[in-house]
Structure formats: C-alpha cells, structure tokens
C-alpha cells in the first residue's frame, strides 16, 4: 500500500474559517460601550480628546458650529459651568430675555450686587463753606436713584431756592416738568422742627433739581410759593440740615 500523498493533502486540505472576531467581541462592546454612553463617560472621553489637540476652540464656537440644535435638552446647566467662565463678554447683545429663562429661574443669588456711588453735585443758591455734602446714587437701567444730605456749616451759607446737578452728567427724560414730583425733600431745624417738600425739575435746566417747600393754600398743600430762602422756612444756622431723596429716568 503506497502512502498518502503528503504534499497534496497540504494543498488540498482547506484552512478553516476564522471565528468571526466581529461576533465574538460584538456582544462585550454592546454591553461595555451603552454603560459608557449612559452615564456620559465616552462623551466625556470625546470632548477630552476634542479639547486636547484644539478641535473645540472658540472660534469654532463663535462660526455657528456649535447651535442649540445641537445640544440636548438642559445639557448645559450650572454643574457643568466653571465659575465665572460665562460673562457678559461670552454673551451676545440681548441673547437673555425673557425667552430663554424660565419664571424663577434667576434669583438675587445669581445677580450681583449692585452697590451705590457718591459724587458730588454743582449746587445753586446754596454754599457748602466749612459744613458737609454726602450725595450717593445708584443706576438701574435707566432709572436713576439719589440721595443727598446737605449740612450747614458756620460758613456756610443758603440764599434762594437749592438746586443740585444730576451724577454722571444725566438730564432728567423729556416728559418731566418743572412740576413734576421726583421724591421728597426735607429742610431740618436744628431746634427740631421738619419741614417737607419736593424735589423737582429746575424750569429750563434738565440737568439739576430743586429743593422746594409745601406751602399751605386754604385747605390744601401746594408747591407754589414754597421757595427756600435765607430765612424760609426758618434763618439757617449750624447744623441744619436739607435732605433730597428722589429717582428719575434719565433722557
């Protein structure tokens, strides 16, 4: 009996099929790879990668790559934002409105403080000498609140109806007049007598108000003929006293 033919076994023998790797791991990968996906891991791994070689950069941002289409729904919340990292530099002109919060989302503990400002106003019919002018403001917006204390010093002196300049250079918004109240003034004797009064538009001067006193008409308080002087409501001494609080919309 001769011997099988070994070199044609060798050629004719057929290799076996490999075991297909795809469906050996597929099933590993699946599992492995929707944990990943579920808790955020393999997109965290994806924007470490992105962020590392510059493929997330803010130009690429700012061209529109980046939309709200994009992004799912509160993908991008407070936990996910670096203190401070969004200013208003980072923030299109007008791109937060009403639209795009929801009632109560924004409260006092995510707006800062809003803190007020001296300065000090051109007076008019008053003089400061040796006594004392504390003035502070603070702006919202357009609307614009002051206070100002005026104390008489021994050289001081006051001679006919008070008048302050506005802080910042402002003029009062075009629908005020001379006889619109702005807020409450208050000239105090040092004996202890108040006397109250209006803070209003200077006739023909938008840039300042003036200090002026109710006067007493029959039955009824008016403004007319409330003027402070040198001697109204009383003779000024040290230490009495004019107080102006008031708030306009500035023009």
Known sequence: MQPPNIGLLLTTRKKPKPADSTKRVAPFLKSRFSDRIDDGTAQRDVLRRLEADGSVTEARIADGSVTTAKLAADSVNGSKIADSSIDTVHLADDSIDSQHYVDGSIDTVHLADEAWSSYTPTLTGISTGNGTLDADYIR?????????????????????????TLPDGDSLHGDYTPVSVLGHAVCADSNGFIYNGFVTEVSGDTSKVRAMLQAANGTYVTQSGGTITSTSPFTWTNPDRIELYFHYEAA
Do not use: A
Request: charged share 10%.
């Open 140 to 164: 919202l917006g357009s609307t614009v609140f002051v206070r100002v204390i005026w104390t008489m010093g021994t050289t001081s002196s006051v001679s006919s109806e008070p008048r302050f």
